[in-house]
């Protein structure tokens, strides 16, 4: 199809399919798609589909073994660069109806500075894996992203133009991570997002995903788990101090200034090196990181004394329950402020 801001292909990466994936290229040749295969190491027992798949029409790319879904797309996006094409990315499973790629398309055309998703509605036909799963991660995006929601964060079903596709393909993620890092990486990146309603399509309850609910889980939360780690280190290391100090008598103000020093050293370190990865200026970030600290800081010290003196809880569970609730404004300040 002709559109008049992008040249779009349609990106499927692949990993032991079967003639779903036949039946979807199909209909999309039939209406004059370009088509991009990548075969994710699926082994010579596949290779009729993918020699199928040439015969239609498509260009297939190939993995010598199975390297994630995350290194398919990038495969994908390095082919759409060198091509000058933008691209709509639909999973191999059948799930993602002709019609609802091309309308991606279409929408991505009339948008082309934004990322576009196909959100399914889920409800009660939807798969408890796919429910499950899918509710877990929109509620953490949604926390850990001042409030801004995701109806659907797992779709594969994506458009993006050719200036964009160069502005991610450097996200950090192999396998199925990558997905929600894109999502991670939106506002550190300016990228806005329109979210397309789709088709709900489950074939045979979702048994044809390759989707590890607890290895891949934990790969799509390991930047928020090795953030919940440090941060949960660091404050145990505030927390402490903060006893000791108060225990000999300090001053609360005093107390927890000198805690939250201590603990932001150690806090600092670790997430520079190990969650957010940034090899900035140290000066620069070390400055925009004790900024934050004094104001995340006072705020601990404002209301915890409130709760203190005016609720009447005792200093130690009041201090622990405030840093509770600041914890979501500590992860956004870092990761929109000071690792930019």
Do not use: W
């Not at 994506?158 to 990486?185: A, H, P, Q, V």
């Not at 402490?240 to 050293?265: E, Q």
């Not at 404002?302 to 600041?326: E, P, Q, S, W």
Request: overall charge negative; aromatic content about 12%; proline content about 3%.
């Amino acid at each position: 199809m002709k559109y008049k801001n992008i040249d779009p292909i349609v990106l499927i990466p692949a990993y032991m399919p079967d003639e779903k994936l036949i039946n979807v290229v199909k209909e999309l040749i039939k209406n004059d798609e370009k088509i991009l295969i990548v075969n994710d190491g699926s082994g010579p027992d596949f290779d009729n589909i993918f020699e199928e798949a040439k015969k239609l029409g498509c260009v297939v790319l190939e993995h010598d073994v199975n390297k994630g879904k995350g290194r398919a797309l990038k495969t994908g996006f390095k082919y759409c660069i060198e091509n000058n094409y933008s691209a709509v990315t639909a999973d191999a499973d059948g799930q993602h109806l002709p019609k609802d790629i091309m309308n991606i398309e279409r929408v991505l055309d009339e948008n082309p500075d934004k990322m576009i998703l196909g959100v399914r509605d889920f409800d009660e036909t939807t798969p408890m894996r796919s429910m499950l799963g899918n509710t877990i991660t929109r509620k953490v995006f949604k926390v850990i992203n001042d409030g801004d929601e995701i109806v659907d964060t797992q779709t594969g079903l994506r458009g993006f133009s050719l200036d964009m596709i160069k502005d991610i393909i450097d996200i950090e993620g192999e396998r199925y991570e990558f997905e929600m890092n894109m999502l991670l990486e939106l506002k550190e990146r300016n990228i806005e997002v329109i979210q397309e309603p789709i088709a709900v399509v489950y074939i045979d309850d979702n048994e044809s995903s390759h989707y590890d609910t607890l290895r891949d889980s934990l790969r799509v939360y390991k930047r928020i788990i090795k953030y919940i780690i440090s941060s949960t280190s660091s404050a145990l290391v505030d927390y402490l101090s903060f006893c000791l100090f108060t225990f000999f008598g300090l001053p609360l103000l005093v107390a927890t200034y000198t805690a939250r020093l201590i603990s932001s050293l150690f806090n600092y370190t670790l997430n520079r090196k190990y969650v957010f990865k940034n090899d900035g200026h140290i000066g620069k970030t070390m400055f925009k990181y004790y900024i934050l600290v004094v104001i995340v800081a006072f705020l601990s010290y404002f209301f915890t004394n409130v709760v203190h003196n005016y609720i009447g809880i005792n200093v130690y569970i009041a201090k622990a329950v405030v840093d509770m609730c600041l914890y979501v404004v500590t992860y956004n300040g870092q990761k929109y402020f000071v690792f930019k």
